[in-house]
Nanobody
């Protein structure tokens, strides 16, 4: 499985971005998909996840109510809609996939939120 993220960029605080992660492979619909992020000088942290059916999602507390994860299995793509962005959301965002844990990772896309 190969994962390619897109949609990052520079945005002012309070703005929005939508990240996309395109996956290769026929078994995309079987995977749990996740978004993680890593800020400078910090360890990578979990942001959000969505089960294969799309019926179950999970978020880290700091993004609840602002971010929304979704997936389109027909397009082999998972999305992260990010609203009300804050400077502390600045990080490289990574897409990940797996069934029991995350076995596959993308290269990341930079998100920078200016104050």
């Amino acid at each position: 499985v190969q994962l390619v993220e897109s949609g990052g960029g520079l945005v002012q605080a309070g703005g929005s971005l939508r990240l996309s992660c395109a996956a290769s492979g026929r078994t995309f619909s079987s995977y749990t998909m996740g978004w993680f992020r890593q800020a400078p000088g910090k360890t990578r942290e979990f942001v959000a996840s969505i089960r294969w059916s799309g019926s179950s999602t999970d978020y880290t507390d700091s993004v609840k109510g602002r971010f929304a994860i979704s997936r389109d299995n027909a397009k082999n793509t998972v999305y992260l809609q990010m609203n009300s962005l804050k400077p502390e959301d600045t990080a490289v965002y990574y897409c990940a996939a797996g069934i029991y844990g995350y076995n596959y990772w993308g290269q990341g896309t930079q998100v920078t939120v200016s104050s």
